[in-house]
């Protein structure tokens, strides 16, 4: 809520710079999501090949490129009202889905989900996915990363996220046309 609320109230300077997304993913997001669950997913059973070496940066690099991938997710976004579901009591979980609606009243409405899993440390919740519409962002990942893994290594997975990262977010209308910085 916190950073649909500071997307809402930065609207004007996000029209004019829209990397201002990036920054708020990385202050109101990131610390709620368990991007290091994330990144091990991705590299699923091509993890244990990885050189230990490595493996710091591509965490780091994959945090980058998640706080992109939100950012640019958020360019769709345009003031429209997001509904979460009445909170419930998850203490006996491990893990659970958190589900809200994106409500526009000149489109149809977008479920989305956020799958979040207690930290068996900090015993803090963390969100490790995100699902629009019954696509799991995580899923895609997957699926993206996992043929390069397998075929050119961690090395060529690393090096497609930083050109992901390197790339300017852009505003974009839910019709996928670009709206115009001010």
């Given at each position: 809520t916190k950073?649909?609320d500071?997307i809402?109230?930065?609207?004007e ?5 829209p990397?201002m ?7 109101e ?5 368990d991007?290091?669950f994330?990144a ?14 490595k493996m710091g940066?591509y965490i780091s690099v ?7 991938t939100y ?12 509904i979460f579901?009445?909170?419930?009591n998850?203490e006996?979980?491990?893990s ?7 409500q526009?009243?000149?489109r149809?409405?977008i479920k989305?989900?956020f799958?979040?899993r207690?930290?068996?440390k900090?015993?803090?919740?963390k969100?490790y996915d995100?699902?629009a519409e019954g696509i799991?962002?995580l899923?895609?990942?997957?699926k993206q990363y996992?043929p ?5 290594g961690i090395?060529?997975v690393?090096e497609i996220m930083?050109e ?17 910085a001010?």
């Amino acid at each position: 809520t916190k950073t649909f609320d500071r997307i809402k109230a930065n609207q004007e300077q996000i029209k004019q710079d829209p990397e201002m997304l990036r920054t708020i993913m990385e202050e109101e997001l990131v610390p709620h999501i368990d991007y290091k669950f994330a990144a091990f997913m991705v590299l699923g059973k091509h993890f244990k090949s990885v050189p230990k070496e490595k493996m710091g940066e591509y965490i780091s690099v994959f945090r980058q490129y998640l706080i992109t991938t939100y950012a640019v997710a958020m360019g769709y976004y345009d003031n429209q009202e997001v509904i979460f579901e009445p909170e419930s009591n998850f203490e006996d979980q491990k893990s659970v889905t958190v589900r809200a609606v994106v409500q526009d009243p000149e489109r149809p409405e977008i479920k989305i989900a956020f799958k979040v899993r207690k930290d068996s440390k900090t015993n803090e919740w963390k969100a490790y996915d995100m699902v629009a519409e019954g696509i799991s962002m995580l899923q895609n990942e997957i699926k993206q990363y996992e043929p390069v893994m397998r075929t050119e290594g961690i090395e060529k997975v690393i090096e497609i996220m930083r050109e992901r990262i390197a790339k300017p977010i852009q505003l974009k209308s839910l019709d996928g046309s670009t709206r115009e910085a001010d």
